[in-house]
T-cell receptor, first 114, second 113 residues
Framework: ETGVTQSPTHLIKTRGQQVTLRCSSQ?????VSWYQQALGQGPQFIFQ???????GRGNFPPRFSGLQFPNYSSELNVNALELDDSALYLC?????????????FGPGTRLLVL | GENVEQHPSTLSVQEGDSAVIKCTYS??????FPWYKQELGKGPQLIID???NVGEKKDQRIAVTLNKTAKHFSLHITETQPEDSAVYFC????????????WGAGTKLIIKP
């Protein structure tokens, strides 16, 4: 186990709704990255937060937004949900910013958009 | 931008045999290459990683090799066991972004008893 926790584990929403997913990072880690993993595919990078600031973003629209709190936990918010947003959402924490720091993943939140 | 291709998509080996999974990347500036194992219903778990200043790294039954000239890296698992059955992902750091990992599509490894 990595010590990274995510909630909820599963979620069902309808198209157009908004969703908030939560992540608690491993103790001592100040960086959180969020990924979207569609069924049968590798994770795709959404963004990374370092000390409460977004310091990198993948190819996702602005309706994907996030926050990081002083205790380094994080939220992923998705507005105006679309059917294609159905996926496993993973967060990963690391000791420092950047892709070259080892990332430790949580179990994910499985989102189904109907 | 970086592109990572992973082969094969499915690999079935007899228990005790070796398994090899290969990845190629496109960005010559990439310098960090982790391998993750994902079991059903779980998040990816780092099993081994390599940085561009070395060509090979080994940890018990698992090894990774990196050929920077050819831009490919491989995962080798020896003496495979049933608990090695999972989906394996390679990834490469995107050279110019410093924050993004680009992932392969995954290899489903099946260990036959």
């Amino acid at each position: 186990e990595t010590g990274v926790t995510q909630s909820p584990t599963h979620l069902i929403k309808t198209r157009g709704q908004q969703v908030t997913l939560r992540c608690s990072s491993q103790s001592g880690h100040n960086t959180v990255s969020w990924y979207q993993q569609a069924l049968g595919q590798g994770p795709q990078f959404i963004f990374q937060y370092y000390r409460e600031e977004e310091n990198g973003r993948g190819n996702f629209p602005p309706r994907f937004s996030g926050l990081q709190f002083p205790n380094y936990s994080s939220e992923l918010n998705v507005n105006a949900l679309e059917l294609d947003d159905s996926a496993l959402y993973l967060c990963a924490s690391s000791l420092g910013q950047g892709a070259r720091e080892t990332q430790y993943f949580g179990p994910g939140t499985r989102l189904l958009v109907l | 931008g970086e592109n990572v291709e992973q082969h094969p998509s499915t690999l079935s080996v007899q228990e005790g045999d070796s398994a090899v999974i290969k990845c190629t990347y496109s960005d010559s500036a990439s310098n960090y290459f982790p391998w993750y194992k994902q079991e059903l219903g779980k998040g990816p778990q780092l099993i081994i990683d390599i940085r561009s200043n070395v060509g090979e790294k080994k940890d018990q039954r698992i090894a990774v090799t990196l050929n920077k000239t050819a831009k490919h890296f491989s995962l080798h698992i020896t003496e495979t066991q049933p608990e090695d059955s999972a989906v394996y992902f390679c990834a490469a750091s995107q050279g110019n972004s410093n924050y993004q990992l680009i992932w392969g599509a995954g290899t489903k490894l099946i260990i036959k008893p």
